[in-house]
C-alpha cells in the first residue's frame, strides 16, 4: 500500500515535531497511539515501523506518513505516526490523559471539570459520549444511563469507547458516511430492564455494554443498500481497515450489533434466525 506522508509534522533528532497547533483531534490520536503501542505486533524498519505486519510508517526528516485510511483521508498525524515516535524513543509522542476533552479542561484553569457535559466529551473523530448515552428505554420509563465520567472508572468507560470508536466506528464513517449508534453504553438499571434474568450478570453479561473490558454498540449504517449479513461479510473482508471481535445480526433488521475487545476474532454471529438453538437473553 502507498504511504501518503503530510506537512503536519518532521521527524527531527529523534523526536516528532509539529508544524501546526495541537488540536484535540491530534491529541486524541496521542492517546489512542498508547493502544497501538501496547497491542500492535510491530518491527522497526529502516525508515519507521511496521505494525501488525502490513501498517508500515515512515519517520524522516523530511517525510513522516503512513499507509493508513486515517492518513489518507485527514493528512494528520495519525494514531500510527505517534506510536512509531515513541517505539523509536520519542516518549514525548504519547498522551496519558483519557479523552480528548479531559485533556483540555486539564489546561484551561477557569473550567471546572465538574462542569463537563457528555456533548462536550469527544469519542473518536466523529461520536460525542452524549451519543453513546442515549437510551429510548431509559427517556421512556425515566431510568439514569449515566456513570462519574471525571472518575477512573469514567475514564476506563470513554478509554473503551475511544477504542470502539478507533478501530470500526470511525473507519466505517469514512467509508459509509455519518452512522447512528441505537445502543450505546447500558447502565445497570437499563440493563435490567432490558434482560431482567441477566440482571446478575451486568457489565460482564452486557454484550460489551458495559465498556469494560470490551466496548459494543449496536448501530445503523444508512448508506448500506444491502442486509445486514452481507454488510457484516463486507466489514469481515476488509481486515486492513476494521478490527473487531464480533457482529451480531439480527433477523429482519438492519441493525449490526458490533463489539471490540483484546480479542479480534472477527466473528460474524447470526442469532435468533430460523433454527437458532442459543440462548435468547438478550434478544433485542
Not at 495541537?22 to 486524541?28: A, L, N
Not at 466529551?121 to 453513546?132: E, H, M, P, Q, V
Not at 448501530?219 to 454488510?231: E, K, M, N, T, V
Request: net charge positive; proline share 4%.
Amino acid at each position: 500500500m502507498k504511504i501518503t506522508t503530510t506537512e503536519a509534522a518532521k521527524w527531527q533528532d529523534g523526536k516528532l515535531v509539529l508544524t501546526i497547533p495541537e488540536t484535540d483531534e491530534i491529541r486524541g490520536r496521542r492517546y489512542r497511539a498508547k493502544q497501538v503501542v501496547s497491542d500492535y505486533p510491530h518491527q522497526v524498519t529502516d525508515d519507521g515501523v511496521l505494525f501488525n505486519t502490513k501498517l508500515q510508517t515512515q519517520l524522516l526528516p523530511d517525510k513522516v506518513g503512513c499507509v493508513c485510511q486515517d492518513m489518507k483521508n485527514r493528512q494528520l498525524p495519525c494514531k500510527h505516526v505517534f506510536a512509531a515516535a515513541s517505539i523509536l524513543g520519542d516518549l514525548s509522542a504519547l498522551l496519558d490523559e483519557f479523552t480528548q476533552a479531559v485533556a483540555r479542561s486539564a489546561s484551561e484553569p477557569h473550567r471546572k471539570r465538574s462542569r463537563l457535559r457528555p456533548q462536550d466529551i469527544r469519542a473518536g473523530r466523529f461520536f460525542l459520549l452524549s451519543d453513546f448515552l442515549f437510551s429510548d428505554t431509559a427517556l421512556k420509563e425515566g431510568l439514569p444511563n449515566w456513570f462519574d465520567f471525571n472518575s477512573d472508572y469514567g475514564h476506563g468507560i470513554i478509554a473503551c469507547m475511544n477504542v470502539l470508536c478507533d478501530r470500526l466506528l470511525d473507519p466505517l464513517c469514512d467509508e459509509f458516511g455519518r452512522i447512528s449508534i441505537t445502543r450505546g453504553y447500558l447502565g445497570e438499571q437499563v440493563y435490567a430492564r432490558l434482560y431482567p434474568r441477566d440482571r446478575a450478570n451486568w457489565v460482564k453479561g452486557a454484550l460489551a455494554h458495559g465498556f469494560q473490558e470490551t466496548g459494543g454498540a449496536d448501530i445503523c449504517i444508512h448508506a448500506w443498500q444491502g442486509d445486514a449479513l452481507s454488510l457484516a461479510k463486507h466489514i469481515q473482508s476488509k481486515s486492513d481497515c476494521y478490527q473487531f471481535d464480533f457482529i451480531r445480526t439480527y433477523p429482519e433488521s438492519s441493525i449490526l450489533c458490533v463489539g471490540v475487545g483484546r480479542f479480534k476474532n472477527s466473528r460474524i454471529i447470526t442469532e435468533w434466525h430460523n433454527n437458532f438453538a442459543g440462548s435468547t437473553t438478550h434478544r433485542p
